[in-house]
């Protein structure tokens, strides 16, 4: 079965600092896909962005870019320049069995920007 | 934003109760999935649709069915409401084919007392 790992419960970061929220994944899926999604105080859930196993390059996404190294199955977010706003939970999920559409995530990552 | 709506919000209901929450969509979207979020798990597969009276069980499907009668509608029903199902309940759709993307709804806090 896939698996998803984050493995920091909790990040501080300045403003107008970048931060990178770590995700790794374990799959027996030759194609597969990562997701992030943030979800804010106010509990909605935001797609941010989406890197697929066979993309040549990095995903990006305005200040949001994936660092994907397949072969560490890893698959963390950067944040760029970050802002207030940036305050929230940030999920990493991907496709919970080969050839099915639902996702899996992990536990989350509680980012907290300061001023 | 996707047109993704949920009914009810909020929901506080007793133990033993029957409870239906909605999920409707104006996307004409195919697949059509419902998850839980509770504190340090993330978010759990319950149940997914994938058209149409079609749907596949999830991580944590006892204690809840599902029914999609319509494209637009897919329906979760806890039979016998517990206390352990005290959750917020999140929607998504997604299309298909080149990713998986998907967008969920604001999602329905349930307390079951």
């Known amino acids: 079965a896939q698996k998803i790992t984050q493995t920091q419960p909790g990040m501080f970061v300045q403003e107008k600092e970048a931060v990178t929220l770590d995700c790794t994944y374990d799959?027996?899926?030759?194609?597969?896909?990562l997701f992030w999604y943030k979800q804010p105080s106010s509990g909605e859930m935001i797609f941010l962005i989406y890197q697929g196993s066979y993309d040549q390059q990095n995903a990006t996404e305005g200040r949001y870019s994936l660092n994907f190294q397949k072969a560490r199955k890893s698959a963390n977010l950067v944040i760029s320049a970050s802002q207030l706003g940036d305050s929230a939970m940030y999920f990493c999920?991907?496709?919970?069995?080969?050839?099915?559409?639902?996702?899996?995530f992990g536990s989350g990552t509680r980012l907290q920007v300061q001023p | 934003d996707a047109g993704i709506t949920q009914s009810p919000r909020h929901k506080v209901t007793e133990t033993g109760t029957p409870v239906t929450l909605r999920c409707h969509q104006t996307?004409?979207?195919?697949?059509m999935y419902w998850y839980r979020q509770d504190p340090g798990h993330g978010l759990r597969l319950i149940h997914y649709?994938?058209?149409?009276?079609?749907?596949d069980k999830g991580e944590v499907s006892d204690g809840y069915s599902v029914s999609r009668s319509k494209t637009e509608d897919f329906l979760l029903t806890l039979e016998s409401a517990t206390s352990s199902q005290t959750s917020v309940y999140f929607c998504?759709?997604?299309?298909?084919?080149?990713?998986?993307?998907?967008?969920f709804g604001p999602g329905t806090r349930l307390t079951v007392l």
């Open positions: 996307e004409n979207h195919r697949y």
């Open positions: 799959t027996s899926d030759p194609s597969y896909g």
């Open positions: 999920a991907m496709r919970d069995q080969p050839g099915r559409r639902a996702l899996t």
């Open positions: 649709s994938y058209g149409v009276k079609d749907t």
């Open positions: 998504a759709i997604s299309d298909g084919p080149d990713t998986d993307t998907q967008y």
